[in-house]
């Protein structure tokens, strides 16, 4: 399994960038996918994810303000991110769990700008 993320980049406060993560190989279901981050200093956090049967959870300080999506046909899941504040700004890592073993992407870098 490999997963391949993009969608990083710089913002200014206020802004909004989607994320994207597809997910390639032996693709098992039921699984669940989703985006953690891991600022400078401070320990990875999960942000949202989004099982495949529907369910989907969210980082409190992110509620309202980002959206997590997939396309279980394209094996892709998305984080659309608006109203970005600085404190947002991390490395975005997305993960794919399929029956309880991990597979992380490579991290994309959001920075958001005061």
């Known amino acids: 399994v490999q997963l391949q993320a993009s969608g990083g980049g710089l913002v200014q406060a206020g802004g909004s960038l989607r994320l994207s993560c597809a997910a390639s190989?032996?693709?098992?279901?039921?699984?669940?996918m989703g985006w953690y981050r891991q600022a400078p200093g401070k320990r990875r956090e999960l942000v949202a994810d989004?099982?495949?049967?529907?369910?989907?959870n969210y980082l409190n300080s992110v509620k309202g303000r980002f959206t997590i999506s997939r396309d279980n046909a394209k094996n892709t899941v998305y984080l659309q991110m608006n109203s970005l504040k600085p404190e947002d700004t991390a490395v975005y890592y997305c993960?794919?769990?399929?029956?309880?073993?991990?597979?992380w992407g490579q991290g994309t870098q959001v920075t958001v700008s005061s």
């Open positions: 989004h099982s495949s049967s529907g369910i989907t």
């Open positions: 993960q794919l769990t399929i029956r309880s073993v991990a597979y």
């Open positions: 190989g032996s693709i098992l279901s039921p699984n669940l």
